[in-house]
């Protein structure tokens, strides 16, 4: 397979009787029958089916993130907090999302390499590693999490954890058993669309559009608290927008998908889309929590039941409470699925194993088997007796945010390699808003740190 001078790959038709011929993998093969629709629908001048055929990889980054830790975190700060500034705080932070993602999907699309492998090629193996072994550890935190959160919705509907843990499992064995990326990441992509629910079960429960534009308006009220309780929901917020896992898992997408130079501006929209809508649907969670402000919503915990969907269907009756409970059950779904892919995409490109989803299952175990052991680690912790379930979901948005800065860093080192991205490096604009992203998310999360140390040490009161 060869790259002319655009970026598009140069490939001859695929003829099945010609494959080993031609010196022709599957994986190959598979990709260049999706180029080919892309290079068709380019030449007739097909704008919006060109745009369907590019989507995805910015789409699933964005709204795998809105996961079930974000969703019940950002419930719990309206429930807590009402309606205020961590409303238009979410939309900054997904703003910031959308800038690093932008980078990785370029990234992936110039170079046609996932994160984790160039890594290594630029900076050796120990950092590639270092940089996998993070994402592995906090993939399978985040993993644990979004059982938790499958879990929490189906209590809704009186199913327990043993369902839970099937439900997830089975997901991921569903999703990669199509051998096409294409049929995974359109999977994927149809349960994403009920990320939606959170929103219409904000509507449900009328909140008061005056209320709503002076938040946006005005950043206020400002939420009353510890300073340690405040940079908790400062650090869990960006936790809930920006993590490792996203970078790894775009990066790769994008080369897996087979994106080019030619595809940057399908990639950006991808990228946008993805943040607008994680952007409304993660408001539209925490506007749902916000309801249950003037209804003891701050004391409503107790993840191992129904927790918010049971106190939302006290607010209007059951429907909020219904769609707010299958939300959960989506949301740890879509993310379980993108989780544990970029998990097996950050160890293959470690190992050098074959790690795409255009690989049939011989060609690429290692990949799939990955794929598949991080869901069912994950699975198995939430049917142990006394894990604490509560204190695992709850911080995970906060372990992300701690070590998401040295992933950035790397990636704004990638994204300005010249020798590697030639004319499509970073510019000034996007060095600049990657340096305030990586700074707030540096500041937040080591401020969290040091106070919290300085608490338990009672150095402070």
Not at 4 to 29: C, H, I, K, W
Not at 129 to 138: E, K, M, Q
Request: net charge neutral; charged share 10%.
């Amino acid at each position: 397979m060869s790259l002319n001078e655009t970026g598009e790959f140069v490939l001859p038709l695929p003829r099945p009787a010609a494959e080993q011929q031609d010196g022709l993998t599957g994986e190959d093969l598979a990709r260049s029958r999706d180029r080919a629709r892309v290079l068709a629908a380019r030449a007739r001048s097909s704008r919006w089916f060109l745009l369907w055929l590019l989507v995805g990889p910015g789409i699933l980054a964005m709204l795998g993130e809105n996961d079930g830790p974000s969703m019940i975190s950002y419930a719990a700060t309206g429930a807590a907090f009402g309606l205020g500034f961590f409303l238009p705080f979410i939309v900054v932070t997904f703003a910031m999302a959308i800038v690093c993602q932008e980078m990785c999907m370029r990234v992936g699309a110039v170079t046609h390499r996932g994160y984790g492998q160039l890594i290594i090629e630029r900076y050796g193996k120990v950092w590639g590693w270092l940089a996998a072994g993070d994402l592995v550890f906090t993939n399978l935190v985040t993993l644990i999490a979004e059982f938790v959160a499958i879990r929490v919705g189906l209590a809704f509907f009186h199913l327990g954890a043993g369902v839970a843990a099937l439900l997830g499992v089975v997901l991921v064995l569903l999703a990669q058993s199509g051998g096409r990326y294409w049929r995974w990441e359109r999977v994927v992509l149809g349960l994403a669309v009920f990320n939606g629910l959170f929103l219409l079960s904000a509507v449900l429960v009328k909140p008061n559009t005056g209320h709503l534009t002076h938040a946006f308006l005005t950043f206020s009220p400002l939420p009353r608290g510890s300073f340690n309780e405040i940079l908790l929901l400062l650090a869990s917020t960006i936790g809930a927008t920006v993590t490792p896992w996203m970078i790894f898992f775009q990066q790769s997408a994008s080369a897996d998908k087979g994106l080019t130079p030619n595809d940057l501006t399908q990639g950006r929209l991808d990228t946008v889309i993805g943040g607008v809508l994680a952007a409304v649907f993660g408001c539209g969670a925490l506007v749902a929590g916000a309801a249950l402000a003037g209804h003891g919503g701050a004391s409503v915990d107790g993840l191992a039941g129904a927790g918010f969907p049971e106190a939302l269907s006290r607010v209007d009756g059951g429907t909020a409470g219904a769609l707010f409970a299958l939300g959960l059950i989506e949301a740890g779904a879509v993310a379980i699925l993108t989780i544990s892919a970029s998990t097996g995409y950050a160890i293959g490109e470690c190992t050098g194993a074959s790690s795409s989803f255009n690989r049939p299952l011989r060609d690429a175990a290692s990949f799939y088997f990955v794929n598949v052991l991080v869901a069912v680690i994950a699975a198995a912790v939430i049917l142990v007796p006394g894990v604490p379930l509560l204190s695992i979901a709850l911080n995970a948005n906060v372990l992300a945010t701690v070590l998401l800065p040295v992933t950035l860093v790397f990636m704004v080192m990638l994204a300005n390699d010249r020798q590697l991205m030639g004319r499509f490096a970073n510019g000034p604009a996007t060095n600049l808003a990657v340096a305030i992203t990586v700074a707030v998310v540096a500041v937040c999360g080591a401020a969290y740190g040091i106070d919290s140390f300085l608490l338990q040490v009672h150095l402070i009161g």
